[in-house]
Protein backbone atom coordinates (compact mmCIF):
# COMPACT_ATOMS: atom_id res chain seq x y z
CA UNK A 1 0.00 0.00 0.00
CA UNK A 2 2.98 2.35 0.85
CA UNK A 3 4.52 1.55 -2.38
CA UNK A 4 1.64 2.61 -4.10
CA UNK A 5 0.91 5.74 -2.23
CA UNK A 6 4.50 6.90 -0.68
CA UNK A 7 2.68 10.35 0.46
CA UNK A 8 1.18 9.17 3.03
CA UNK A 9 4.67 9.15 4.86
CA UNK A 10 6.20 11.79 3.22
CA UNK A 11 7.62 10.38 0.17
CA UNK A 12 7.89 12.03 -3.16
CA UNK A 13 8.09 10.07 -6.34
CA UNK A 14 10.16 7.70 -7.79
CA UNK A 15 10.21 5.12 -4.06
CA UNK A 16 12.71 2.34 -3.77
CA UNK A 17 10.83 -0.79 -2.33
CA UNK A 18 12.31 -3.84 -0.77
CA UNK A 19 16.23 -2.57 -0.51
CA UNK A 20 18.88 -5.05 -0.27
CA UNK A 21 21.17 -4.06 2.80
CA UNK A 22 23.60 -6.82 4.01
CA UNK A 23 23.48 -6.73 7.85
CA UNK A 24 25.19 -8.84 10.29
CA UNK A 25 23.69 -12.43 11.11
CA UNK A 26 23.14 -14.06 14.43
CA UNK A 27 26.35 -16.34 14.09
CA UNK A 28 30.01 -14.62 13.79
CA UNK A 29 31.76 -13.57 10.40
CA UNK A 30 27.86 -14.33 9.21
CA UNK A 31 26.16 -12.00 7.10
CA UNK A 32 22.51 -11.83 5.50
CA UNK A 33 20.83 -10.18 3.33
CA UNK A 34 17.42 -7.70 5.07
CA UNK A 35 15.54 -5.63 3.30
CA UNK A 36 14.33 -2.16 4.07
CA UNK A 37 10.63 -1.80 3.01
CA UNK A 38 10.69 1.50 1.27
CA UNK A 39 13.20 4.21 0.36
CA UNK A 40 12.75 7.72 -0.54
CA UNK A 41 13.08 11.37 -0.97
CA UNK A 42 10.97 14.07 1.36
CA UNK A 43 10.01 17.88 0.34
CA UNK A 44 13.33 18.98 1.98
CA UNK A 45 15.57 16.37 -0.03
CA UNK A 46 15.98 13.81 2.77
CA UNK A 47 16.27 10.39 2.46
CA UNK A 48 13.90 8.39 4.18
CA UNK A 49 14.34 4.91 5.37
CA UNK A 50 11.33 3.27 6.27
CA UNK A 51 10.62 0.15 8.10
CA UNK A 52 7.11 -1.19 8.71
CA UNK A 53 5.46 -3.72 10.93
CA UNK A 54 2.12 -4.87 12.33
CA UNK A 55 1.51 -4.13 15.64
CA UNK A 56 4.33 -4.41 18.46
CA UNK A 57 7.67 -5.55 17.92
CA UNK A 58 10.62 -5.43 20.25
CA UNK A 59 12.97 -5.67 16.99
CA UNK A 60 11.18 -2.11 15.02
CA UNK A 61 13.65 0.39 16.52
CA UNK A 62 17.04 -1.96 16.00
CA UNK A 63 16.09 -2.74 13.02
CA UNK A 64 16.09 0.62 11.45
CA UNK A 65 18.71 1.70 13.33
CA UNK A 66 20.80 -1.11 11.79
CA UNK A 67 19.04 -0.26 8.05
CA UNK A 68 20.65 3.74 9.17
CA UNK A 69 23.80 2.39 9.80
CA UNK A 70 23.84 0.95 6.58
CA UNK A 71 22.95 3.49 4.33
CA UNK A 72 25.48 6.19 6.42
CA UNK A 73 28.68 3.80 4.88
CA UNK A 74 29.30 6.17 1.69
CA UNK A 75 29.61 3.49 -0.37
CA UNK A 76 25.90 2.23 0.52
CA UNK A 77 24.33 5.72 0.60
CA UNK A 78 25.93 6.60 -2.72
CA UNK A 79 24.14 4.08 -4.46
CA UNK A 80 20.99 4.94 -2.71
CA UNK A 81 21.42 8.27 -3.20
CA UNK A 82 22.80 7.74 -7.00
CA UNK A 83 19.34 5.42 -7.74
CA UNK A 84 17.30 8.17 -6.53
CA UNK A 85 18.87 11.62 -8.09
CA UNK A 86 20.09 13.12 -5.11
CA UNK A 87 22.79 15.22 -3.59
CA UNK A 88 25.31 13.34 -1.73
CA UNK A 89 24.97 15.63 1.35
CA UNK A 90 20.88 14.65 1.66
CA UNK A 91 20.47 13.16 5.39
CA UNK A 92 19.04 9.80 6.12
CA UNK A 93 16.03 9.41 8.56
CA UNK A 94 14.31 6.60 9.98
CA UNK A 95 10.75 6.87 9.28
CA UNK A 96 8.79 3.76 11.65
CA UNK A 97 5.21 2.85 10.14
CA UNK A 98 3.31 0.67 12.34
CA UNK A 99 -0.14 -0.92 12.13
CA UNK A 100 -3.05 -2.17 13.70
CA UNK A 101 -6.15 -1.32 14.96
CA UNK A 102 -7.22 1.19 16.71
CA UNK A 103 -7.86 1.09 20.34
CA UNK A 104 -6.36 -2.71 20.33
CA UNK A 105 -3.16 -3.46 21.55
CA UNK A 106 -0.45 -0.66 21.81
CA UNK A 107 1.06 -0.51 17.74
CA UNK A 108 4.63 0.28 19.54
CA UNK A 109 6.77 -2.33 22.22
CA UNK A 110 6.84 -1.63 25.64
CA UNK A 111 10.97 -1.06 24.79
CA UNK A 112 10.64 1.42 21.98
CA UNK A 113 10.32 4.56 24.21
CA UNK A 114 13.97 3.38 25.83
CA UNK A 115 15.47 2.15 22.32
CA UNK A 116 14.39 5.61 20.77
CA UNK A 117 15.98 7.20 23.46
CA UNK A 118 18.97 5.85 23.38
CA UNK A 119 19.36 6.99 20.00
CA UNK A 120 22.54 9.65 19.06
CA UNK A 121 20.76 12.73 18.69
CA UNK A 122 21.90 13.56 15.42
CA UNK A 123 19.74 10.44 13.68
CA UNK A 124 16.49 11.78 12.67
CA UNK A 125 13.91 9.67 12.78
CA UNK A 126 9.34 9.79 13.02
CA UNK A 127 6.74 7.41 13.94
CA UNK A 128 3.99 7.48 11.86
CA UNK A 129 0.31 4.70 13.01
CA UNK A 130 -2.32 3.17 10.37
CA UNK A 131 -5.14 1.90 12.49
CA UNK A 132 -7.48 1.34 10.36
CA UNK A 133 -5.50 -1.28 8.36
CA UNK A 134 -8.10 -4.09 9.58
CA UNK A 135 -11.51 -2.48 9.22
CA UNK A 136 -12.52 -4.72 6.24
CA UNK A 137 -10.81 -7.25 7.30
CA UNK A 138 -7.28 -6.70 5.37
CA UNK A 139 -5.53 -3.56 3.47
CA UNK A 140 -8.01 -1.15 1.86
CA UNK A 141 -8.69 -2.07 -2.03
CA UNK A 142 -6.40 -0.28 -4.36
CA UNK A 143 -7.00 2.92 -5.22
CA UNK A 144 -8.25 3.89 -1.56
CA UNK A 145 -6.63 6.29 0.21
CA UNK A 146 -4.56 4.91 3.37
CA UNK A 147 -5.00 7.45 6.33
CA UNK A 148 -1.95 7.30 8.12
CA UNK A 149 -1.53 9.59 11.28
CA UNK A 150 2.77 11.03 11.43
CA UNK A 151 3.85 11.82 15.30
CA UNK A 152 5.84 14.37 15.46
CA UNK A 153 9.93 14.09 14.82
CA UNK A 154 11.57 12.28 18.04
CA UNK A 155 7.77 11.16 19.29
CA UNK A 156 6.42 8.16 19.86
CA UNK A 157 2.34 7.19 19.07
CA UNK A 158 0.55 7.35 22.03
CA UNK A 159 0.10 3.91 23.86
CA UNK A 160 -3.37 2.49 23.07
CA UNK A 161 -6.33 1.57 25.28
CA UNK A 162 -5.96 -2.28 26.64
CA UNK A 163 -8.70 -4.71 24.92
CA UNK A 164 -11.09 -5.75 27.81
Known amino acids: ?24 GS ?9 IDLVGVDHRGAMRLVETKLGADDMLVLQGLDYWIWANLPTNGGRLRSRL ?26 HARAQV ?10 FHTVTDWFEHGGPPPAGSGLAVASCDEGALPPAAAPVH
Not at 9 to 20: K, Y
Not at 27 to 35: A, C
Not at 88 to 104: C, D, L, Q, R
Open 117 to 126: NALASDIRWR
Open 85 to 110: DVGGSAPFEIHYVVGGKAGGTPLVSA
Open 1 to 24: MLRRNPAAVGIEQPALREVAAWRA
Open 27 to 35: KTNHWGRGY
